[in-house]
């Protein structure tokens, strides 16, 4: 199955990872825990999701932009990181992302490419 576009947003931090969806940073720590690095996508990342982007593949977040918390944590991690995906809602409470008409549920595979600005579901 090809990779389909969920959405383009700012490269914050280079690279590319692959890993199933989380939206929390305690399901990141459980991804990472299991061994799969899971990508964290969130509204806005701040201080108190520290633990998680250390776990994470990568970051993503729907506000904040290359100056935003999520987006520098990422980079002294050397984490990819995708900011400002406006187009994406986030129901973190619901395990769910929508884009457009695809919706991605909790642990379902996405990759990111930081240098293209954007983020695939597998």
């Given at each position: 199955?090809?990779?389909?576009?969920?959405?383009?947003?700012?490269?914050?931090?280079?690279?590319?990872?692959?890993?199933?969806?989380?939206?929390?940073?305690?399901?990141?720590?459980?991804?990472?825990?299991?061994?799969?690095?899971?990508?964290?996508?969130?509204?806005?990342?701040?201080?108190?999701?520290?633990?998680?982007?250390?776990?994470?593949?990568?970051?993503v977040?729907?506000?904040?932009?290359?100056?935003?918390?999520?987006?520098?944590?990422?980079?002294?991690?050397?984490?990819?990181?995708?900011?400002?995906c406006?187009?994406?809602?986030?129901?973190?409470?619901?395990?769910?992302?929508?884009?457009?008409?695809?919706?991605?549920?909790?642990?379902?595979?996405?990759?990111?490419?930081?240098?293209?600005?954007?983020?695939?579901?597998?």
């Amino acid at each position: 199955m090809s990779e389909r576009l969920l959405v383009k947003g700012l490269g914050a931090s280079p690279g590319r990872a692959k890993g199933p969806v989380a939206f929390s940073a305690t399901s990141v720590q459980a991804f990472a825990a299991k061994g799969t690095p899971a990508v964290f996508v969130c509204i806005e990342a701040s201080a108190e999701d520290a633990d998680g982007i250390r776990a994470c593949a990568a970051l993503v977040t729907t506000r904040g932009g290359v100056t935003g918390d999520g987006a520098i944590m990422a980079r002294a991690l050397g984490k990819p990181c995708l900011t400002s995906c406006g187009a994406v809602i986030v129901r973190a409470s619901e395990k769910l992302l929508m884009a457009g008409d695809i919706s991605v549920r909790e642990g379902e595979a996405v990759t990111l490419d930081a240098a293209r600005g954007e983020l695939f579901l597998d």
